[in-house]
């Protein structure tokens, strides 16, 4: 499956914004999917995920509660709703899928395809 996603950019401390996903290819709803991201010279981390159907999903603890992750399976699509954005939230957020699995790894090794990954820049 081929990601591409969009939405990224430049905002104050305390905004908001939204990262979409659009997968094309395979069946999208055969996908569990996840947002990674990595900042300056950091690891790449798991933010939060979401299962094929949408009814579990999971957060780092550092955005619990002001991410919130859905899809719309029947748009190919994933999302993700930030809000109250901190400057340390600064990083390329990248989607990942993972096939026909009904788990959420935060391990980045499991997922089968990766988009090109979006900018995200907070200013405080």
């Known amino acids: 499956v081929q990601l591409v996603e969009s939405g990224g950019g430049t905002v104050q401390a305390g905004g908001s914004l939204r990262l979409s996903c659009a997968a094309s290819?395979?069946?999208?709803?055969?996908?569990?999917m996840a947002w990674f991201r990595q900042g300056p010279g950091k690891e790449r981390e798991f933010v939060s995920g979401?299962?094929?159907?949408?009814?579990?999903?999971a957060y780092a603890d550092s955005v619990k509660g002001r991410f919130t992750i859905s899809r719309d399976n029947a748009k190919n699509t994933v999302y993700l709703q930030m809000n109250s954005l901190k400057p340390e939230d600064t990083a390329v957020y990248s989607c990942?899928?993972?096939?026909?699995?009904?788990?959420?790894?935060?391990?980045?090794?499991?997922?089968?395809?990766w988009g090109q990954g979006a900018q995200v820049t907070v200013s405080s």
């Open positions: 979401i299962t094929r159907s949408g009814t579990s999903t």
């Open positions: 990942a899928a993972d096939w026909w699995t009904s788990l959420l790894t935060r391990d980045p090794t499991e997922y089968d395809s």
């Open positions: 290819g395979r069946t999208f709803s055969n996908y569990a």
